[in-house]
């Protein structure tokens, strides 16, 4: 994993994903990439330990998906995460969803944000809250 090579993680879509139209239900591409960005996050450190001591967590504030191709039953993907982090007090990690055989079937772009668990309110400066707590933030593929 590096800058030309983004983390991912395996997928194989499975009967129960499917709507009545036999391919992958809306949903279930952001639950894919939920599952990227959740192992991206623990296998750079994990959100269990220091941050979660520290009163903070990962939010997810807004979703967008942009559909390329469908994926049916038996189709096996690789979905990608890339964090990017900013000045301010939001990041983002996007996802492409791609089939083994190199299709593209889903763009997915997500803006966060780290939440003060006590106040309800998110923190300033969320790669260096999270390189304080302990993540690997070259790791989560966010340069400052």
Not at 15 to 32: C, F, I, P, R, T
Not at 77 to 90: E, I, Q, Y
Request: aromatic share 6%; charged share 30%; hydrophobic share 40%.
């Amino acid at each position: 994993m590096s800058e030309l090579e983004p983390f991912r993680v395996r997928i194989k879509v499975r009967h129960y994903e499917l709507d009545s139209l036999g391919h992958v239900n809306h949903a279930v591409y952001h639950q894919y990439g939920e599952i990227a960005r959740t192992e991206l996050f623990d296998k750079a450190g994990g959100l269990e330990g220091e941050l979660r001591q520290r009163g903070m967590a990962p939010v997810l504030l807004e979703s967008h998906i942009v559909y390329r191709r469908e994926l049916r039953a038996g189709d096996v993907v690789d979905v990608s995460c890339r964090t990017k982090f900013g000045d301010g007090k939001v990041f983002w990690m996007d996802s492409d969803i791609v089939k083994t055989d190199g299709t593209l079937s889903a763009e997915i772009r997500c803006t966060l944000g780290l939440m003060d668990l006590n106040l309800r309110k998110l923190v300033a400066e969320p790669r260096k809250r999270f390189a304080e707590a302990g993540l690997d933030v070259d790791l989560l593929g966010g340069a400052a």
